[in-house]
Nanobody
Framework: QVQLVESGGGLVQVGGSLRLSCAASGRTFSGSAIGWFRQAPGKEREGVQC????????NYVDSVKGRFTISRDNAKNTVYLQLSSLKPEDTAVYYC???????????????WGQGTQVTVSS
């Protein structure tokens, strides 16, 4: 069993930045891939970025390239998602999820956090 807790969301103006955190417990964190996903009102959940157990990253959506950065700190059992140059269309609930070793599509992740709200105001 894995427990994931997201934090760091909030209200920010266009062009602003936030750093989301995903704190994990309950299994070998270093052997896990952690993905960030988001869901806006009335839209399907979409992948944002993922980092695998070796530190390799996957970008799921072109719209965040160059603006979002995923990283991990195995000593703290935490994965971060740095959000920069935020746009109103980035407004969503952001979730982190875990699976073994490699990144994959969202249906292949086994454990999910409760989400943290990010709202970008114009």
């Amino acid at each position: 069993q894995v427990q994931l807790v997201e934090s760091g969301g909030g209200l920010v103006q266009v062009g602003g930045s936030l750093r989301l955190s995903c704190a994990a417990s309950g299994r070998t964190f270093s052997g896990s891939a952690i993905g960030w996903f988001r869901q806006a009102p009335g839209k399907e959940r979409e992948g944002v970025q993922c980092i695998d157990s070796s530190g390799g990253t996957t970008n799921y959506v072109d719209s965040v390239k160059g603006r979002f950065t995923i990283s991990r700190d195995n000593a703290k059992n935490t994965v971060y998602l740095q959000l920069s140059s935020l746009k109103p269309e980035d407004t969503a609930v952001y979730y982190c999820a875990a699976r073994s070793y490699f990144c994959a599509g969202y249906s292949h992740f086994d454990y999910w956090g409760q989400g943290t709200q990010v709202t970008v105001s114009s």
